[in-house]
């Protein structure tokens, strides 16, 4: 008998793409919101999705041509914002995913931006730095015309940093003809960057672990962590909530993890920005492998890696408690549902990570107002906008009957349906 389109939307049998999972999503939340059907329609799609060939010249003098993506999906709110990434697998609908990610993202936060995000289909790690700034200026120059501090604001990803940023907005500037600091958030500090940014999506993950910790009656004191991904996301937050108590019995990057039920001293093992790779070179604990880290015995499960990888398949078998997401999408639609018939409390991606983008609004505001802040203010004010974000979704959640998740959405969706209600459909 062939399955239902319904059944076919939530199961894991062909792999879910970020934008079939975002689509998922949007109308999970949409049930429960008083959204005019036609709004809802439009937010499925991107308002549009710029592609284009980026030549690079190779050090041998080659010549070898990149695929590069913008996906911009509403502005409703404020100008588009979101990450750049460098990976081969980079694709149209994964940024197209991402992008509505981003702009419910922004909305739970109450930030004035919408939601976008690009790539090119490339492997950093096959590209030397002379190589990748090239690059970089050639993607700037092509996007010239779509971003700008009021347009687009590109932000680092994964396979891109700091440097990036800078290589970005000195292509950008130089055909400006002056220096535009606010085209892109996530520079070095030294050229209209924030303090505290890099940490920033980590410091988010650690305070909004330790709310939902309060929340269901869990000292930190007595709770143990495992958290895939020691990247600078996972990193930042596995070692802040070492530093409040918490046990991190397992952390974890590409190759695998290490593992000691009594604690690992995770300011001794090298995060992945620090030394590539380097979690299992460590003689901390004992090794496991990525599969198992996620199904250990733990109170809180941090998924902060990459996205996919709780599914249909493992989600019966994880055993937490708490999942924190701090990858973006790391739970397939599939997974979710089986979470919530288990009652596994899963806080989302768009308020979990949010500090990224949260501190790219700060550095944002300090490049408009060449005034830059400490990383103490940084730190301050991040912690007082989660909580607000936490207390907004924790109403939603106490006063219906619906996932942590369906409360973010609930809370971003109708945030964006009211600013396109206010300020209608033109012409």
């Not at 050090?59 to 990434?85: N, S």
């Not at 509505?100 to 936060?109: I, L, Y």
């Not at 996205?307 to 397939?332: F, K, W, Y």
Request: net charge negative; aromatic share 6%; glycine share 8%.
């Amino acid at each position: 008998m062939a399955k239902s389109a319904h059944e076919e939307t939530t199961t894991d049998r062909d792999p879910e793409t970020a934008l079939e999972t975002a689509r998922h999503q949007l109308e999970r939340a949409a049930a429960h919101v008083d959204v005019d059907e036609g709004v809802v329609e439009r937010l499925k799609h991107p308002t549009k999705v710029l592609s284009g060939s980026i030549p690079l010249e190779r050090d041998d003098g080659t010549v070898e041509v990149f695929t590069g993506y913008r996906a911009q999906h509403d502005d409703v709110r404020g100008p588009y914002k979101g990450g750049l990434r460098y990976h081969p697998d980079v694709t149209e609908d994964e940024c197209v995913g991402l992008a509505m990610w981003m702009t419910w993202k922004c909305a739970v936060m109450d930030l004035p931006f919408g939601g976008a995000k690009g790539g090119i289909v490339a492997d950093p790690k096959e590209l030397s730095e002379d190589e990748r700034e090239r690059l970089t200026r050639r993607f700037a120059e092509e996007m010239r015309d779509f971003v700008g501090p009021t347009r687009d604001i590109p932000a680092p990803d994964m396979g891109t940093d700091a440097q990036t940023m800078a290589w970005f907005m000195d292509a950008y500037s130089m055909q400006e003809g002056e220096t535009v600091p606010g085209v892109v958030t996530g520079k070095p500090p030294l050229i209209g960057g924030s303090y505290g940014r890099e940490e920033a999506p980590g410091r988010s993950v650690a305070i909004v672990t330790r709310e939902a910790a309060n929340y269901y009656d869990l000292s930190l004191d007595d709770a143990t962590v495992a958290v895939q991904g020691f990247g600078s996301v996972g990193a930042n937050a596995a070692r802040l909530l070492d530093e409040w108590g918490a046990t991190v019995v397992a952390v974890s990057d590409i190759n695998g993890g290490v593992y000691d039920p009594d604690g690992l001293a995770t300011r001794e093992i090298s995060a992945h920005d620090e030394q590539p790779e380097a979690v299992m070179g460590t003689d901390a604990g004992s090794t496991l492998t990525n599969a198992e880290l996620l199904e250990l015995d733990v109170d809180i499960l941090v998924p902060a890696a990459v996205g996919n990888v709780l599914t249909e398949d493992n989600a019966a078998a994880v055993q937490a408690d708490i999942v924190v997401e701090g990858a973006n999408g790391p739970t397939t639609t599939a997974a979710d549902r089986i979470f919530a018939e288990r009652e596994v409390a899963v806080i989302p991606d768009i308020i979990a990570n949010a500090g990224g983008v949260t501190v790219s609004y700060f550095e944002w505001l300090q490049d408009i107002n060449r005034r830059q802040w400490t990383v103490e203010r940084v730190r301050e004010e991040l912690e007082s906008e989660m909580l607000s974000a936490w207390d907004d979704v924790r109403r939603e959640f106490e006063a219906r009957d619906v996932t942590w998740r369906d409360a973010a959405y609930i809370v971003g969706l109708s945030r964006v349906a009211e600013a396109k209600s206010t300020r209608g459909l033109w012409p």
